[in-house]
């Protein structure tokens, strides 16, 4: 993943990428190497569950967000647009 190099923007999102990274999509090496490369300045966002306890030590911020109530929980399926 060469997304970091030459100082393309400010902020890179990259959304899911945990989940990615949880599930074997994603090799949890390449995700330390995207974190490595980080060019000085640019703000790393990395979202979905499952941060790899390896990862922590690499990061500056690690947030987790605990569900109160949901549609779900009403019998409400998942949407699309919202959930999916």
Same mark, same amino acid.
């Given at each position: =993943? #060469? =997304? *970091?190099?030459?100082? *393309? *923007?400010?902020? @890179?999102?990259? #959304? ?5 990274? %949880?599930?074997?999509? @994603?090799? !949890?090496?390449? @995700?330390?190497? +995207? ?8 703000? @790393?966002?990395? !979202?979905?569950?499952? =941060?790899? #306890?390896?990862?922590?030590?690499? +990061? ?5 967000? %605990?569900? +109160?109530?949901?549609?779900? #929980?009403?019998?409400?399926?998942? %949407? ?5």
């Amino acid at each position: =993943m #060469d =997304m *970091c190099a030459g100082n *393309c *923007c400010d902020v @890179l999102v990259l #959304d899911e990428i945990l989940v990615a990274a %949880r599930d074997g999509f @994603l090799a !949890t090496e390449e @995700l330390r190497s +995207v974190i490595g490369a980080k060019p000085e300045g640019m703000e @790393l966002v990395l !979202t979905g569950r499952g =941060m790899p #306890d390896e990862l922590l030590p690499m +990061v500056d911020l690690v947030n987790e967000i %605990r569900k +109160v109530k949901h549609p779900f #929980d009403s019998g409400v399926p998942s %949407r699309e647009g919202k959930e999916y």
